[in-house]
């Protein structure tokens, strides 16, 4: 590939990814009107045509590594798991 090609599918990528973020804010919106909604009518369920919404509250137990590695540093160290992974970025 050139490198006037290979500029080209970068600007491509960033124009794709500013849709993508422009997107993801109009149904983050929608979301928040929709949450709105449903506290105005306080339920947790909401049924409107073929659609079933939920927003319920759930809990779950995490998990502190953070805590456990400054208060049990050596144990921490005997059963922490390095891995390894590559990011792609653009600049």
Partial sequence: MTERMLKNRILKL????????????????????????????????????????????IISNRFDSKTFQAEHKKM????AKQTESRRFTVA
Avoid: D, N
Wanted: glycine share 4%; aromatic share 8%.
């Fill in 14 to 57: 960033k124009e794709i990814e500013r849709q993508q973020k422009a997107l993801e804010e109009q149904a983050e919106a929608i979301k928040a009107e929709i949450k709105k909604e449903m506290e105005a009518q306080g339920v947790e369920e909401l049924h409107t045509g073929s659609f079933i919404i939920r927003w319920k509250t």
């Fill in 76 to 79: 921490y160290e005997q059963y």
